[in-house]
């Protein structure tokens, strides 16, 4: 007790301390302020943290890449995809209708590290012949990946289902190690319990246990020979190289455990989803998350987290209950005729409100890099970084740069 | 970025880099796939598959100008640039309307001449939306780690496309059919549209006037040197910020003209196509040479032959991934391009 | 006397234009070795193709018995080259003491996965690597300052800290490019004083100099560039008085 004290007392200070434990007291108490407030129809809020959860996994994972690393990949929703569909593959009866004739049915946590894997190695293919080119070129080569891989998912219909997608996928089976308030048994070790649409809670409890884990193996990178390589290879590339950093293999594997997280959420949400198709995969994911680590702070995670949970409860709560909030609101103050909707065009204002979308992205981006680049909770370093100004002596022209 | 320089003599197979001879392998594999397919299909089809190709290429052409000018440069990808193109086809509608423009109504000299005034004003405007997006969101950035920019790109990007998503809707957008609708023979019972033709005409023009332009012109030369070496082109007296500036408004209004282009020629728009057609442009302009403007024009008819022959041979479906497989490989295998790059020497 | 670097017929061309020209000579053990010339006679190049950033259109680098032509810069740095930059090069926001622990990334063994998950070996390298990089940056007098940012250093500290963290990757041989630019004379006899220790550590020193007296001082042997060329190769006396140097730098006397 006392050393949890002492460990309070030192952080007390520390912003990234205070938003994880803030992080953490939220995670744990809003199912239970979810079920209050909408007197016991809070499922689909429970299911929406869940989502959330998903895509505050995928922030995290693209803040290893753009963060620390320093590489911008623009689709990061092509590994998103992989694992999705891999998983969907592989726990569904999709095989039986392919040239294989067979539907294997992969147990849920070893689908998860089967999606992981492929996503890892797509990335480490994908990034060994792209991660030497500059900064641009790699960008928009991840960017033609992002277009081509749902691309090639939907035309392979004899093994992806085509425009359909995968349904009916195996729902997650979780252990029941714990009797207790979700599962209504006393006290048992026994059966595994079936994650569905029903269970909404479940999914959330587990999400919520992966980025746990996920936040503590990350962090320990950051802390560790390869953070500060990725540190290095960031702000000096040929330092770096001249350090004897292989920046290539660094790069690497950077751009492989990005594409690893992005995989092994895209297997989860496939299994909550029960559904995958590759409509669900497109740039505007990637720009998604990309956003989501921009504003809440690259290079940071506690700010990458907030950022995800940020946008994406404003993306699919706030926007899409708009419409109706703005209609009543304008109805309100006598501004009722704005609500009625132009078959030549005008959809109302709450709609358009809906549609503001890609406005905000690209707002956030542009206003974000021109006048916080550090985003909401910055790095220590980062936030030097980004918006110090030429200082004399470190400053000078750098011969081998390009 | 880390370049090494590495010596290029070693290695050499039949006097190629042995990349260069995959890439002519792979060429040859494609040709050997499609021959069976073109032949089956006639030399009528053929014809049709080409004279789109051209069309379609000169409207790339038109796009990877842009891209290529800008970045040779200030060696940025203006990601926002194929949506300015978009933005061309949407804010010419209203002016076709303006110049008493219709469908079916409009004919010959009359449509020649509500035409030019379409063309310069729209023209004129997406050239100062993209000197905007210059000064605004690249600028400020010119001494900021690589990643900004690129990110502000994206950003300018995302913005004009939810502007137009806003302006528009989600659905596709009828463009006036104005142009003549003839046929013109050219012998062997092949024909080509009178359309085909004229927009074909028109990109070829302002080609030929850019090219003038930067050869001949005190600014043109200002930009090349800028081009070449910011830092002596600003001793010798150059306005930097100016002919940047410049850069930016000549290639969008090059894109501009392609969307009025792109929308006489098939007739429907969708606020997101910049997003497709500015990769297509963009694979054009690497492939043809980044920097190098007679290379994005030869890239830009290319890649239109290259899409249509896709389309019409293989599959529509599988068009985009290959071409975008294409810049790819282009970028990782030969990122001089065909005609070699010009970017600034540092 | 036993050489430790070998230059072979190096040259390095950039399309038309020859930046080193054909140029040869031996470094041996120990010693402090300097490469002098006036400016843009093609010294940092070829320190570029010692250190693998460039690959040269000809000739041979050899290094401790092994041939290095063309391997890629980390490659060099872990056969046992470092070098320091003419216009500095820190990672101007980590700090003082992160810059250093960064030298021995090339000499650790934890890999990815004793990152991930913090295993012992993980645990114990990084205690030892925060040791010894302390230890270098008491070498270089900078242990007070090791929590700021590099960037927040004097000039001079600056310098010495690019030493420590080139120090840090173990090399048997230091590349210190203008390591005195824009130095006081203090600073200067600091310099020399440095470099005699770094030569305790059996570390052969070789620099790109033009403070002539420094030079003259501290080095065993001088090569001598112009246009790419060597123009000359001896002890410091030899190359004072050789005239074709002394034209290099003034001019043809009338």
Same mark, same amino acid.
């Given at each position: 007790m006392n050393r949890l004290l002492a460990l309070a007392r030192a952080n007390s200070r520390n912003p990234n301390a205070i938003a994880y434990a803030a992080m953490l007291i939220v995670a744990l108490l809003y199912p239970e302020v979810a079920q209050f407030i909408t007197g016991g129809n809070g499922d689909a809020l429970v299911g929406l943290a869940a989502d959330a959860g998903v895509f505050v996994l995928l922030a995290i994972g693209l803040n290893v890449v753009?963060?620390?690393?320093g590489l911008l990949d623009l689709g990061y929703a092509a590994f998103f995809a992989i694992g999705a569909y891999t998983y969907a593959m592989i726990a569904?009866?999709?095989?039986?209708?392919?040239?294989?004739?067979q539907a294997i049915h992969v147990p849920f946590w070893i689908a998860l590290f089967v999606g992981l894997f492929v996503a890892a190695l797509a990335g480490a293919l994908l990034g060994a012949?792209?991660?030497?080119?500059?900064g641009d070129y790699l960008a928009i080569v991840t960017l033609g990946f992002g277009e081509i891989v749902p691309r090639v998912y939907r035309n392979l219909n004899v093994w992806t289902?085509?425009?359909f997608g995968i349904s009916a996928i195996d729902p997650p089976t979780v252990p029941r190690w714990l009797g207790g308030p979700w599962s209504? $048994?006393? %006290?048992? *070790?026994l059966t595994d319990l079936q994650l569905t649409s029903a269970n909404l809670t479940g999914f959330y409890i587990v999400i919520v246990v992966i980025i746990i884990g996920v936040v503590i193996l990350v962090n320990n990178l950051q802390r560790s020979r390869l953070g500060r390589a990725w540190m290095a290879v960031r702000e000096d590339e040929t330092a770096a190289a001249a350090t004897g950093v292989n920046t290539v293999n660094i790069k690497l594997l950077a751009f492989a455990i990005g594409a690893s997280t992005s995989g092994f959420a895209g297997a989860f949400y496939g299994a909550k989803l029960s559904v995958v198709n590759s $409509?669900? %995969?497109? *740039?505007t994911i990637s720009i998604t998350v990309l956003s989501m680590v921009v504003l809440g702070g690259m290079g940071n995670i506690p700010g990458a987290m907030i950022g995800g949970i940020l946008l994406y409860f404003i993306l699919y709560k706030f926007l899409p209950d708009a419409p109706n909030q703005v209609a009543s609101l304008f109805q309100s103050v006598g501004?009722?005729?704005?609500n009625n909707t132009n078959p030549?065009?005008?959809?109302?204002i709450g709609e358009e409100v809906n549609r503001l979308k890609f406005i905000i992205f690209g707002l956030i981006l542009v206003l974000i890099m021109l006048y916080?680049?550090?985003?909401l909770l910055p790095s220590r370093a980062r936030r030097q970084e980004l918006t110090h100004d030429e200082v004399a002596g470190i400053g000078a022209p750098r011969e081998l740069q390009s | 970025m880390l370049e090494r320089i590495r010596s290029?003599?070693?290695?050499r197979i039949l006097g190629l880099a042995p990349l260069d001879l995959i890439g002519l392998l792979v060429l040859a594999a494609a040709i050997i796939f499609v021959i069976p397919r073109v032949a089956d299909r006639g030399a009528g089809y053929l014809a049709q598959v080409i004279v789109f190709g051209i069309a379609l290429g000169a409207i790339y052409a038109l796009v990877a100008l842009g891209y290529t000018m800008v970045y040779g440069i200030v060696?940025?990808?203006?990601?926002a640039h194929g949506d300015v193109f978009t933005l061309g086809a949407f804010i010419s509608l209203p002016l076709l309307g303006a110049f008493g423009l219709v469908e079916d109504k409009s004919h010959g000299i009359g449509l020649l001449l509500g035409l030019i005034p379409v063309f310069l004003i729209t023209m004129a405007l997406c050239a100062l939306v993209n000197v905007a997006i210059e000064r605004v969101a690249y600028r400020p950035l010119r001494?900021?780690?690589?990643?900004a920019p690129l990110i502000t790109a994206i950003g300018m990007s995302s913005i004009l496309e939810g502007a137009m998503f806003l302006w528009r809707g989600p659905f596709n957008i009828h463009y006036p059919?104005?142009?003549?609708?003839n046929q013109i023979p050219i012998g062997g019972g092949v024909t080509v549209s009178a359309k085909s033709v004229i927009i074909v005409g028109v990109a070829i023009v302002l080609v030929l006037a850019l090219s003038l332009f930067i050869n001949r012109s005190t600014l043109g030369k200002a930009m090349r040197a800028t081009a070449q070496d910011r830092d002596a082109a600003q001793l010798m007296g150059i306005n930097i910020n100016a002919t940047i500036a410049t850069t930016f408004f000549i290639g969008a209004a090059l894109a501009g003209a392609g969307g009025i282009i792109y929308g006489l020629y098939f007739g429907t728009l969708t606020a997101f196509l910049g997003f497709t057609v500015g990769l297509y442009a963009f694979t054009a302009a690497v492939f043809g040479g980044i920097g190098n403007i007679p290379g994005a024009a030869l890239g830009g008819l290319l890649i239109g032959m290259f899409s249509q022959f896709s389309d019409a041979y293989v599959d529509t479906a599988w068009t985009q991934v290959l071409i975008f497989a294409l810049l790819i490989l282009v970028l990782v295998?030969?990122?001089?391009?065909l005609l070699g790059m010009r970017v600034p020497e540092k | 006397m036993d050489s430790i670097l070998s230059v072979q017929g190096l040259t390095k061309r950039f399309g038309g234009l020859v930046?080193?020209?054909?140029v040869s000579f031996d470094v041996n053990r120990g010693e402090v070795f300097a490469l002098i010339g006036p400016n843009g006679a093609g010294k940092t190049t070829l320190f570029n193709c010692v250190t693998g950033f460039f690959a040269p259109s000809f000739g041979e680098v050899t290094f401790d018995g092994h041939?290095?032509?063309?391997?890629?810069p980390h490659q060099t740095v872990k056969a046992g080259i470092a070098r320091t930059f003419q216009n500095i090069r820190l990672?101007?926001?980590?700090?003082v003491l992160d810059n250093v622990r960064l030298g021995f990334h090339s000499r650790m063994h934890s890999q990815v996965w004793d990152s991930l998950l913090k295993t012992p070996l993980e645990r114990k390298e990084e205690a030892d690597v925060t040791e010894r990089a302390m230890e270098l940056l008491r070498f270089v007098g900078l242990e007070r300052r090791r929590?700021?940012?590099?960037?927040?250093?004097a000039y001079g500290q600056q310098r010495r800290l690019e030493i420590a963290r080139a120090m840090a990757t173990q090399p048997k041989l230091l590349l210190l490019d203008e390591?005195?630019?824009?130095?006081t004379p203090q600073e200067k006899v600091d310099l020399m004083k440095l470099v005699h220790q770094i030569l305790d550590k059996n570390i052969t020193v070789f620099l790109i100099e033009h403070d002539m007296r420094l030079v003259m001082g501290i080095s065993q042997k001088i090569v001598v560039l112009d246009h790419g060329e060597k123009i000359a190769e001896g002890n410091p006396a030899e190359v004072r008085s050789n005239p074709r140097v002394i034209e290099a730098y003034l001019g043809k006397s009338a």
């Open positions: 753009v963060g620390f690393a569904s009866n999709e095989l039986a209708t392919s040239p294989l004739h012949p792209t991660l030497r080119l500059r289902g085509g425009v209504g $048994d006393p %006290f048992g *070790f $409509d669900q %995969f497109s *740039f501004l009722g005729w704005l030549n065009g005008w959809p109302g916080r680049p550090q985003g | 290029t003599t070693r290695g060696e940025l990808i203006n990601f001494n900021a780690p690589r990643l059919d104005l142009l003549p609708a295998f030969r990122p001089s391009g | 930046a080193v020209d054909n041939d290095i032509t063309g391997r890629k990672f101007d926001f980590m700090s929590e700021d940012q590099a960037r927040n250093l390591p005195a630019a824009g130095f």
